[in-house]
Each structure stands twice: as structure tokens, then as C-alpha cells.
């Protein structure tokens, strides 16, 4: 019998109680070791889960109450690689952000440790249910540690604001996805995805199952920080202490999406089956994330904030894969999503070292004081190459999995967007290393005399973003890797097996995998396409940082003519105003409503 | 946006929102039938099964008892968070509220809402610990009964005698009672593990319906959940009124 | 009218928002956040309800008698709990923000300008 699937979920929750409970006689050196000691528990459980849903998905009936004619009793946990995956991706990250927080952060007893371990159980639950209520409480529950932790600097206002814009965006996200609960539950007296599938199966959608459609995606839309329910989350994940901005940025907004996938395939997929309306309406919100997050990237001065916009834009990149509504797309955001999401912390990782030796967050008043970090400059340029995907990062065999099902999906102009946007964020980061560790381009710093000696390096503060970075390269690198996303995936998008699994209990078909897996035709041209997105973002970052050097010339005043105005509407809308982002998400609401009801009519 | 501009625009959005909304719930079965399996299919059972006759309970703690863990946990980290979000913050000093009782502009609690509200104390609390423990046979149960034994501080504050709160409010004991409600859930879980069922199965014995001793593990779960609520929400209590009447910057007047 | 509590949910729902989306007042935008709240109680137990059933207590009655659904109860209190610890986070970032604005008028806070 393989690992109780209930562990990683009561393991660090007792822990948790148990420092709070017990905090008076622990000192920080062992909130510190037990915390880690969590983390790591919860990581090779969820790894262990990985391997022992390789043969199909592990189904886990909490009290026992199996099912019934099919009728579910209780509630599930049903575990496959998908979900296992990305509650190992969340222990990695926990690890990594409690390495890097040892003993200098200012944790407030022992109740950083606690808040960070819930935070963590939460979210292994959220990845693990096969029950919509139980996800909504699991998602309720991560949010609530969220809403906490981004608001820990006191003593910044900005940090509260974010925390209060954040909270109140994300509760409004929350009761919409309990609304779309209701509707369904109203419908079908189900509230286990297995059964609810079978129930909407029959028939084709009608109004109720597409408005319950709307309230859920919307509601995981907020979370995932899809335009326009995005405007919460620069304030919120840039301003938030640096090892809770790696567990944001790293896997957090991920959830939305993968929440609103695993909702569409086991419960909307018979109703609303993959057209090409439905298709379009999907990737007209991923594009239009990946554009807006991609330019605000590029406009910030705020280090970390330019990594909370090119979360955004990676979201809607990941979205346009889901958006195919094809198991290899599919395949391809997983890929994409787990690197992607190591490359960030990592990058956050990088950022916290920028903070800690200088002080500072400000591109501009950074210029040229880095220079006695080659540490850290690799790292960030490291990073900012596997947010273009380049080979041999994971990022790129993602990419490569999601362009190549776009074009059998007869979207081909997608792989320009792809190539657009990783440009954008990657040349961001490239300007601010080039600024600050190299001293390139203007700013307000002087840069520091040439005989400062090297500060030491710290392993606590760098091992954490060199071990991610390293993991991030394994994901591209590990060759049996496609071959078992797409087993995965298969298992993932196919309905009726899955409701067979968990409630008869019989194992699906058998999907036999390929050894190596379907390898992208050929490597050649995702190759040139990442080739191409690293080139841009080069002569991008080179163009912001040397203007004198900019030929002068026609295209040059085209694109500043068509640049300038749009960077100032989108500066004045992203006002970080709570009213602003919960009438636009209301907007977005209305805008996607009535495009899904045009779409069933 | 001006907030002119935002009004209009959400009114507009809102319209075309709505309409969707009740586009949708006109779907719903008209009220007042319940067409679904999963709740006639439990009022049958439940009891039978259980040995519980309050069948929102059975489905509360048991059923569906991890939706429940999670629930109660995000009350216990809404607290730490409160805890941590109200922290005194560097330049802050405490200062004894009876310190400037003299300049205080608001009367001294009268004498006949002292009595009354310490006359009361009593009863509120036997009666949240009542609600608590027959959470498995009649209305009520552990977050019920958690919150009225938490207004039973309340009541101390409003009778004035916030000062002789803060003298015997045991902070560590508190935040004992609530790890240990929250903690003590898990544990009930994980025994369900150690005897070879699933977690949260209930294993202890079932006894007869309706006495106060029956369902199980499930008037220990509300217990649990009891203390916990109860302790948090006065924890709560207390890091506000702590932040409102007791923290002063230096130089600062009420 | 088998139309009404559904109305009121949506109802609930829209004004909440809208009060969040007009306030002036950190506080008066977290009670509105708590009406919307309301709203999907409204909806939870109006799905449930069950015409002419009890409440699903057997303590007095015996089993078979009609009865609501006992299982939109168990969401209700769930969301109950969830609504009220999220407005305790809120109204303790309430506070703190106070301290630094000297006031809660989200128009009053400036931005962060980049």
C-alpha cells in the first residue's frame, strides 16, 4: 500500500498547532528546524504520491465512506501525477523559501513557521481533492495564510494596501466560486467532481451549467490573476516578505489555473465539450494576460515588481495552453507551469540577495552598486534566460509541447505571442542586471569604488535559488519526463474514466505509454523560436539601457509613438484602488458572461 | 479611474452581470423542491450509522469531517494572522488603560450594567457549554458553542472590568486551548490511520442515539472544535481591544 | 413565488459590490464584503430547502420524516466561519492602515507609483 493521502495534508497542520500551541518552549533555532523538518516531510510524501499514481490515480475516501451506487458519501482525495506534481512543486518552493528565511527573518515567535506550514498543508489539500466543496475550503484556507503573510510588513503601507486589495479581490473570487457550487450542487445534489461529471454528462449545457461555468472560472480567473481580474496582484506579491513572494510567485497563481482545468475536464467537459467558440473565448483571455502582464513587466523600476507582472504574463501563457482544450496543450502547460514556477522562485531568491547586500529595490537607484555580486548577477541573468525559454530549461520543452499543439489546433499565429511575450519579460530582467550589476544605462547611484571587498556569500540566502534554478534545468533535461505528462494527461482529460475510477473503483484504460514520449517533431523550430524570444529580449534590454546608441529613424519613432500612450493608460489603470479591481472584475465577469451565453444560444 | 467613472462603469457591468445571474438561476429547480440524492440519501442513514441524531452534525464531523479541519483551521490561522497584523510595532509602548482613566471622557460603567452583564457571565457560559456537548443530538455544536463561551469575555468587557481582564487573561492558556482544539482535530484524524481505517473514520464506539455518550468520534471532534473556537475568538477579542486601548505611541493621547 | 430567495441572493450580491466598489470607508467596504457573503448563504439553503420538511434532527421525530437537506447546513457553517475570519484579517489590516493614513478613504491613498 503506497503513502496515505491524508499525510501531507495532517502532517504539517498538527506541526503547525503544535508550534503555536507549544511556542513558549521553542526558540527560533528549533521553529526553524521543525518548520524545514515539515516542508521536507511534505515534499517526499507528495513525491512518493507521484510515483505511486504513476500506474493510475490513487483514490482516498476520507472516513472511510466509499460510495454508493454511485452516489458519493464523503469526501475524496483522488491523486494523479498532475496534482501530485504540483504539491511536490509547493514543497520544493516551501523548502527553498524556509532555507532562505533561517533565522534572519523577522518571524514574530514561532508564528511565521506556523502560518507558512498551514499555508503549505492548504495547498498540498487544494492539488490532492476530488471534491469541489473540499477545494473551496482548501482554497479559502491557502488564501486566508496569504492574506496574512503578504500583509507582514507592518511597518509599510504599501505592503497593507496590497494585503487589503488582495484580500478583498480574492474573498470576492472566493463566494463567486461557491455561488457556481450552489448552482451545481442545486442542479445535481453532487459535490464530488466524479459524480457531478456523470450527472452533466446526458445532456448539452443549458443556462444553469453555463452561468455555474462562468461563476467558477471567474472565481479561479481571480486567484490564477487572469486580465482583467489581475489588478490585485503587483501591490500584493511584490511587496510581500521575499520567501512568501516565492511560494506566490512560484506556485500560487498557478493553482487557479490548474483548479479551473481540472474543474473543466471532470465537470464541464461532457457538456461543454472543446470548440472552437469555447476555445476563442479562452485564448482571447490568455492572450490579453500575457500582452498586458508582458508590457507592465517591462515598464517597471520596482525589482520585484517586475517579477508579479511577468507572473501575470506567464499565466497567460500557460492559460493559451490550457485554452486548446487538447491533452497535449494540456501536456505542455503542466511542463511549462512546474518550471516556470521554479525559474520564478528562484528569481525571487535573486531579488532577496539584491535586498539584503544593497538596501534597495529600485532599479534605477541600483545602477552599477551590484558589482561586487557575480553570484547573484548569474543567477538573474540565468533566470531571466529560462523566462524566455531557452533550451535546456524546462520552459522550453513547455513551450515547445504548447506551440506545436497550437498549430494542431489550427491557432499557428499563437507561437508569435509566445515568442512576444517571453521576449518582454526576459528583456526586463535583463535591463535591470545589466543596470545594476553592470552598471549600464542611466540611474540615480553612484557606483560603488572598485576596492570593495566581495561580501560573503551567505549559503542559506544563495542555495535555495541555485537549487531551483538546478531544478528548473532537470525538468528539461530528464528524458522519460514528456512520456509520463502525457500518460498524465491523457488520464486528466478523459471524463468517463476518471468518474469509473473513483466511484466503482475499477482502474481506467489502459494508456500505454510511449518510452520517450511524442517528442515534438522536430526540436528545430521551437528552438529557433527560443533563440528568437532571448535575441529580442537582448536587443530590448540593450535598446533600454543605451538610447544614444538607438538608430535614429522611422521605426524607431513608430514605436515610440504607438509605446508612450499605451504604457500611460496602462500605468493609470493598474491604480492599485480596490474599487478599481472589484469593478473590474466585475467587467470581466459581464464581458466573459456574455460571451459564453452567446456561445450556448 | 475618478470614482464617477468606476461608479458608471460597475452600474453598466453589474446590469449585464445580473442578467447573466438570473439567467442562470431560473435553471435552478423551483424553490422548495429538492431534487438531489446526496441529502435524502443521509437523513436516512445517518442516524442509523452513526448513532447521531442531529444529522448536520454527522455530516459536519463526519461525512464530511475534512472540509471541517480545513475550516477550523482557517480560523485558527485567521488568528495567528490577526496576531501577527497587530503586533506592536517599534516606538509603540503599552500603557495600562486605568492610567488615563482620569482624562477620560466617557463615563465609568454604571453599576447596574456591571451586575448585570457579571450575572450573566454564568449562565452565557454554561449554556455555550451545553450547546457544545450535545452538539451530536440537538442544534448546536462545537463552532456554536465556541462562540458563546467567547462572548462570555465579551461580557467582562462591557461590564468595565477590561483592566481585571487583562490582570487574569492567561494569553499562553489561550493560545494553548486553541492549538490544542485545532491540534486535537488532527489527531482524532490520525487515529482513525493508526487503526488501520481511513483518516477521520470513526472508530471509537457508537453507543445509542440520543444518549450523550454516542456517535463516536463525533462529540470528541466538537469538543475539540469547541475549545478551539472559543479560544481563538477570545484571542481575537483581545489583540483588538489590546490595540485600541492599551498601545500608544510615545506622546500620544487616548 | 419560487423565483424570490433567488433574487434576493443576486440581489445581495450586486449591492454588496457595489458598496465595496463606491465606499469611502476601509470599514463600511468590509461590511459590504460580508453582504455579499450573505448573498450565497441565501443561496446555499434555498437549494436545500425542501417544502413543508423539518429540520433534519431526529432527536423528537422519527426517521422518515421529511426533512431539508442537511448538507447545504454543514456548507452554510462553513462559509459562516470563513466570512468572519477573513473580516477579522481585513479590519486588522484596517487598523494598521489607519495608523499610517490617519484616515480610511481609499481615495485618499495614494497609489504606488512606478
Known sequence: MGVVPALPVAVPLLLAAALVGLSPLIGRRQADTLALAGAVAVTALCAALLVDTAGGPVVYWFGGWTPRDGIALGVAFTVDPVGAGLATLAGVLATAALVYSWRIFEAVGTLYHALMLVFLAAIVGFCLSGDLFNMFVFYELLSVAAYALAGWRTEDPGSLRGALNFAMTNSVGGFLVLAGIALLYGRTGALNLAQLGQSLAGRPADRLVVVAFLLLMVGFFVKAAVVPFHFWLADAYALAPIPVGVLFAGVVSELGLYAFARVYWTVFSGPLPGGGSLRAVLLLGAVATALVGGVMCVLQRHLARMLAYATVSHVGLTLAGIALLRPDGLGGAVLYLVADGLVKGALFVSIGLVQHHLHEVDELALRGRGRHLPWTAALVVAGALGLAGVPPFGTFRGKALMEEAATAAGYPWLAVVFVAVAALTSAALLRAAGRVFFGAGGGTARPPPDDVPHPRVHPTLVGPAVVLLAAALAVGLEPGLVGRVEVAVERFTDQSGYAATVLQGTTGPDVAATPGGHPPSSLVLPAALAALSALLGLALALGALLPGRLPAGGLTWALRRAWDPTAAVLRALHSGNIGDSVTWLVVGMAGFGTLLALMVR | ?254 | MSLLPYLVAAWLFLVGLYGIVTSRNLVHAITCLSVVQSSTYILLLAVGFERGGTAPIFLDVPVGTKAVDPVVGALTLTDIVVGATVSALLLALAVQVYKHHGTLDPERFRGEQD
Open chain 2, 1 to 254: 479611474m475618478t470614482p464617477a467613472v468606476r461608479r458608471l462603469v460597475f452600474l453598466a457591468a453589474a446590469t449585464v452581470a445580473g442578467a447573466l445571474l438570473l439567467w442562470g438561476l431560473t435553471g435552478l429547480p423551483p424553490y422548495g423542491v429538492y431534487p438531489g440524492p446526496y441529502g435524502d440519501v443521509l437523513n436516512q442513514v445517518a442516524v442509523a450509522e452513526r448513532k447521531a441524531t442531529n444529522v448536520v452534525a454527522a455530516v459536519t464531523f463526519d461525512y464530511r469531517g475534512v472540509d471541517t479541519m480545513g475550516e477550523e483551521y482557517i480560523l485558527f490561522a485567521a488568528v495567528i494572522g490577526v496576531a501577527v497584523l497587530l503586533r506592536a510595532q517599534r516606538g509603540e509602548v503599552e500603557r495600562q488603560p486605568d492610567e488615563d482613566a482620569a482624562d477620560r471622557r466617557a463615563p465609568a460603567t454604571s453599576n447596574a450594567v456591571r451586575v448585570l452583564g457579571l450575572a450573566l457571565l454564568g449562565p452565557v457560559v454554561l449554556f455555550g457549554v451545553y450547546v457544545v456537548t450535545h452538539g451530536h443530538l440537538s442544534p448546536g455544536g462545537g463552532f456554536q458553542g465556541g462562540v458563546v463561551l467567547a462572548t462570555g469575555a465579551l461580557l467582562v468587557y462591557l461590564s468595565g472590568e477590561y483592566v481585571t481582564l487583562r490582570r487574569v487573561r492567561p494569553v499562553f492558556l489561550l493560545d494553548l486551548a486553541e492549538s490544542a482544539g485545532a491540534g486535537g482535530y488532527v489527531a482524532v484524524g490520525l487515529l482513525g490511520v493508526a487503526a488501520g481505517a481511513a483518516f477521520l473514520e470513526n472508530v471509537l464506539p457508537l453507543g445509542q442515539p440520543g444518549a450523550l455518550l454516542s456517535a463516536g468520534t463525533i462529540p470528541l471532534i466538537n469538543l475539540a472544535v469547541g475549545v478551539e473556537v472559543a479560544g481563538g475568538l477570545v484571542l481575537l477579542l483581545s489583540e483588538f481591544l489590546q490595540q485600541t486601548l492599551v498601545l500608544r505611541r510615545p506622546g500620544e493621547v487616548t
